[in-house]
């Protein structure tokens, strides 16, 4: 029974289409679910899921896994001076082993508080340090190295030539695309409209069409970054990214703060995924999201933490929350319901990714990517209602046991892909040297 793991006893919250709850048992063969209810069968493990939950894992659609070491670098300061004076520099001194401390660094973080796969934009140089990182732990991820061909203010490290930035997409692409067993893809990633030439664009809309792969980029995240786009081009964001179409079901737009009502049915027209980042927003001042009227509207929205940087912490549950919370103070206690914010940071995620027939629910057939919570704890009893209390409640303390792939890469609170004091000493190290590169 070798590669068969059954989780026993657990309390299910599927996720389905018609969320369906149980309590039974879930075997896994061959990285997939095999069955569900009770099973008699032996397995080559068994986890005792007796008084726990069994969550499909978290899929954040906006991270930044280079910026996890800058953490408390560059708090304080609004989008485009927190670029400027802080995250560019930094990404410039990056090195491909502060790169791989970093990825590393968040997929601990993240692994620990229930996410097992993510959308991720990299900075210009060393993203297969970042590939390295996602294949030896477990992690499944999406990802890119950022592109950048122009710019004010941007370290000389950072700004490419155009065709040298889709050369070394592509070469990356054609490296790890489908790598460790499928569990990394590969995303084109412009950084935003701000930092790239409309050639660079439409290229990017051209190979993306013609290669099948993800788009992912920043749109209207802030007034000062719109500005600076209609100036250039006479555009709105999303008005000027559907011209050169980066719209679409392969498109995956980050914040999308700041949108009138000709932008939203654009993306409503267009099926355009929206990575809502609401602690990101908040912080940086940058603003809310009409993500209620998205939904209503049936644009696809998922969650993302954003990086380190600008958030600080990579914790879905604290994006659940915040999410929900957000949109009931502007339009009322009714807005966005537990359950609409658990999918989004489940199945809307996965939709995003073009993996919602592979992961997202607990469903026969599907990728084992799974999480187990304890909510037999103070903070969450009683529990009433399981997915109000998951959202509202619980936190990241609360994830015993997590599967990817079908492999467990946290069992029992402990990382086994990852040596977690390993990863903090070479985080606290690596930070350090790229603070003193920024500041000499």
Known sequence: MNGTLLIKGATVVTLDPQNSVFQGDVLIEHQRIARLGDEERT??????????????????????????????????????????????????????????????????????SGTTCALTMETVNHTDGVFQAIADSGFRATGGKCMMDKGEGVPDPLLEET????????????????????????????????????ELLEQVAGLSAQRGITVHSHASENL??????????????????????????????AHCVHLNDVELDILRRTRTHVAHC???????????????????????????????????????????????????????????????????????????LGLGDEIGTIEVGKRADLILLNLER????????????????????????????GQVVMRDRQLTTLNETQVIAAANEHAAALARAVES
């Open 163 to 198: 065709r040298a930035s889709i050369a070394e997409s592509l070469v990356l692409l054609d490296r790890w695309h489908g790598r460790a067993g499928g569990r990394i893809r590969y995303a084109f990633a412009p950084r935003f409209a701000v930092s790239c030439t409309r």
């Open 43 to 112: 397995a080559g493990e068994v986890i005792d899921g007796r008084g726990r939950i069994l969550l499909p894992g978290f899929v954040q659609t906006h991270v930044h896994l280079c910026q996890t070491l800058f953490r408390g670098y560059a708090d304080d300061l609004a989008l485009i001076d927190w670029l400027k004076k802080r995250v560019w520099p930094m990404e410039a001194a990056h090195t491909i082993e502060s790169i791989h401390a970093s990825a590393q660094l968040g997929i601990a973080e993240m692994i620990r």
């Open 224 to 253: 000062e970054e719109i500005e600076l786009v209609e100036q250039d081009t006479g555009e709105r964001n999303i008005v000027y990214l559907n011209d050169l179409e980066l719209t679409g079901p392969g498109v995956v737009l």
């Open 378 to 405: 103070l903070h969450v009893t009683p529990a009433p209602d399981l997915v109000s209390t998951i959202v509202y409640s619980a936190g990241h303390d609360d994830v015993e046991t997590a599967v990817i792939d």
């Open 278 to 352: 609401p602690s990101s927003n908040m912080k940086l001042a940058s603003g809310f999201a009409r993500v209620a009227e998205m939904i209503d509207l049936g644009i696809s929205v998922s969650l993302g933490a954003d990086g380190a940087a600008c958030n600080n912490r990579l914790d879905m549950f604290t994006e659940m929350r915040t999410a929900a919370l957000i949109q009931k103070a502007l339009r009322g206690p009714e807005t966005l319901p537990a359950l609409t914010a658990l999918r989004m940071a489940t199945v809307a995620g996965a939709r995003a």
